[in-house]
């Protein structure tokens, strides 16, 4: 699939919102994050800035952006009108929760509650995502059962260490969020080296053979080309990017989005500030840059069934 710039940072930006602001909304509640006003509306304010920003950035990938209000009106049957709908209804508990927080300087008792809906409104906004991808069945590198977790794992490293820079930053070491941060990261390399094990070692059942229910008679190959020229289906459905080249994206998503951010991590927590903040700052920034090199991948090692009508061999 050619990767799409405007969907990229959406869901790589989103993603970082939403894991911070599980993190918080599920944290805060419990007294286990500072009750300052100030820190209360950094907090959200980054959290739903990223969360802004990304659904902005998707309306620019719509055709007719003025029409991006109808992406709520197929929610029996879009995965798109659910996360639309889930992120619209995600403000509420989480705009709730940030009065509490930062005018009332509470997080416990019913600003608590709005904080766990919030949390848990991020979590299904995440999840429909995932699913707008997973639920396409003609792409085999996204209909499968890596997608989803992929899509959360990501979400809660990236929240984690965006909240463990903004307390770092603040001048106060919290060891929790801190080991959330590095258990988070291998779990992600484990989710995303599972995805791509899977991608380089199964195809889908669909071949040539089978479209035409040939099948058993040899290979099957066109005798004609479909069209003489590139038309829009093989420029956005036929993008193929080189196996070496994957790899080193790969190898450089894995160094940003997680080696690099999990070293720093760990220093951040043996250092004092500033060196401290510095460490966590560069961690959070690095794990960005990387899960965004890793969404390129994610649509880039994409391929749609429909290129076996232009002469591809396998999907």
């Given at each position: 699939?050619h990767?799409?710039l ?19 909304g ?20 980054l ?35 659910r ?9 509420v ?14 997080t416990?008792?019913?600003?608590g ?20 991808y997973?639920?396409l ?18 979400a ?43 991608i380089?070692t199964t ?20 005798l004609?080309p479909p ?21 080193k ?20 927590a ?46």
């Amino acid at each position: 699939m050619h990767p799409a710039l405007s969907v990229i940072v959406f869901t790589t930006l989103s993603g970082a919102g939403y894991g911070t602001l599980v993190l918080a909304g599920l944290l805060a509640p419990l007294g286990l994050l500072p009750s300052s006003g100030w820190f209360g509306l950094a907090t959200l304010a980054l959290a739903l800035g990223l969360v802004t920003a990304g659904l902005l950035s998707s309306v620019f990938h719509l055709g007719r952006p003025e029409r991006a209000w109808r992406a709520v009106s197929q929610v029996r049957s879009s995965w798109l009108s659910r996360e639309a709908v889930a992120a619209l209804v995600t403000y509420v508990p989480a705009g709730l929760f940030g009065i509490g927080w930062v005018f009332l300087g509470e997080t416990g008792g019913i600003v608590g509650v709005f904080g766990f809906l919030a949390a848990a409104m991020a979590v299904v906004t995440v999840y429909c995502t995932a699913m707008i991808y997973a639920s396409l069945r003609p792409i085999h590198q996204w209909h499968n059962a890596w997608v989803v977790p992929g899509y959360l794992a990501l979400a809660l490293v990236t929240g984690a260490l965006w909240l463990n820079a903004l307390l770092h930053l603040r001048g106060e070491a919290n060891p929790i969020v801190a080991i959330i941060a590095v258990i988070a990261i291998p779990l992600g390399v484990w989710v995303k080296e599972r995805y791509w094990k899977f991608i380089d070692t199964t195809r889908a059942a669909s071949t040539p053979a089978t479209a035409i229910g040939l099948t058993g008679r040899g290979k099957v190959r066109p005798l004609d080309p479909p069209h003489t020229e590139e038309n829009y289906l093989l420029k956005e459905m036929g993008f193929r990017i080189a196996r070496k080249h994957a790899l080193k994206l790969r190898r450089i998503a894995l160094g940003l989005g997680f080696a690099l951010p999990l070293v720093l991590t760990l220093f951040a927590a043996l250092v004092p500030n500033p060196l401290a903040g510095a460490a966590a700052l560069i961690a959070a920034a690095a794990a960005t840059v990387g899960v965004l090199v890793e969404r390129w991948l994610f649509f880039a090692e994409a391929r749609h069934t429909v290129t076996l009508y232009y002469g591809a061999t396998e999907v």
